[in-house]
């Protein structure tokens, strides 16, 4: 037995090496459009969505919320009411200052004098704002429009 083991080589000493695990060549897909993946791209060649992305569930929503303000389609109200999009922006705003300057009034204080008086100066300053805001949607207004 002494023998035997003058004789042998260092590999018979060593821990047996760990065979790798086979790895799997199939295609990655897209989790989008389901189009595979081309070889090292970080991005699908179709859809554009990225590869190492945990889940597309939040670039879905963002492109339905995108494709909600389409719905909108705020060139068709600038051609009805004759405005450009910046007057048009004010003039919303304007309106709404006038619904909250409105809204005012539906706030019941009966408790003294000093809370009626702050709430009459609240509405007096969101009719200021309201009047700045129609103001500014006139100033943006450009003379090509009013044709």
């Known amino acids: 037995m002494a023998d035997i083991v ?4 260092q590999e018979f000493w060593r821990p047996p090496a760990a065979q790798p695990e086979p790895i799997a060549n199939l295609a990655e897909a897209c989790r989008r459009c389901g189009t595979e993946f081309m070889v090292g791209a970080a991005f699908c060649h179709i859809c554009g969505s990225n590869r190492h992305q945990a889940s597309g569930a939040s670039s879905r929503n963002w492109i339905h919320i995108l ?14 009411l004759g405005l450009p999009l910046p007057s ?9 200052f006038l619904i909250v300057a409105l809204a005012m009034g539906l706030i019941d204080v009966r408790a ?3 809370d009626f008086e ?4 609240w509405r007096i300053q969101w009719l200021m704002a309201a ?12 003379q090509k429009s009013a044709s």
Do not use: E
Not at 88 to 96: H, K, M, N, Q, T
Not at 118 to 121: E, G, K, R
Not at 131 to 142: D, E, G
């Open 67 to 80: 494709g909600l303000f389409r719905a909108f389609d705020l060139t068709r109200f600038t051609r009805w």
């Open 112 to 114: 003294s004098t000093l």
């Open 131 to 142: 009047c700045a805001a129609f103001l500014v949607a006139i100033l943006l207004k450009s």
């Open 118 to 121: 702050a709430v009459q100066l």
């Open 88 to 96: 048009l922006c004010a003039f919303v705003v304007g309106i709404a």
């Open 6 to 9: 003058r004789d042998a080589h």
